[in-house]
């Protein structure tokens, strides 16, 4: 149906700055919201940023004025700008979509991929 894939994790010093990308591709009639999850060992998965068709965005706190969501619908792409990278951001970030496969008859689902491990550590 609809595949999600994400890249740009990796390793990074405290203070620096990743760039995700998320790819949908698949059987996609259109794409609502776009978001970015993230869980770090030892705790359950956490909101980061959402975005929907349209542009409108929401935050985690804890990422206000450090990450930015962008997304070009035309690619079904969805980035995640990531700068001032705190240690508390190391997680294995996770792309979500919000998507109606095939047609408009079909209900919408929810696709995850299967994320990027991101380390923030010097």
């Known amino acids: 149906q609809v595949q999600l894939v994400e890249s740009g994790g990796g390793l990074v010093q405290p203070g620096g700055s990743l760039r995700l990308s998320c790819v949908a591709s698949?059987?996609?009639?259109?794409?609502?919201?776009m978001g970015w999850y993230r869980q770090a060992p030892g705790k359950e998965r956490e909101l980061v940023a959402t975005i929907s068709s349209g542009g409108d965005i929401n935050y985690a706190d804890s990422v206000k004025g450090r990450f930015t969501i962008s997304r070009d619908n035309a690619k079904n792409t969805a980035y995640l700008q990531m700068n001032s990278l705190k240690p508390e951001d190391t997680a294995v970030y996770s792309c979500?979509?919000?998507?109606?496969?095939?047609?408009?008859?079909?209900?919408?689902?929810?696709?995850w991929g299967q994320g990027t491990q991101v380390t923030v550590s010097s």
């Open positions: 979500n979509a919000r998507a109606r496969p095939y047609n408009t008859f079909n209900p919408v689902l929810n696709y």
């Open positions: 698949g059987s996609i009639f259109s794409i609502n919201v």
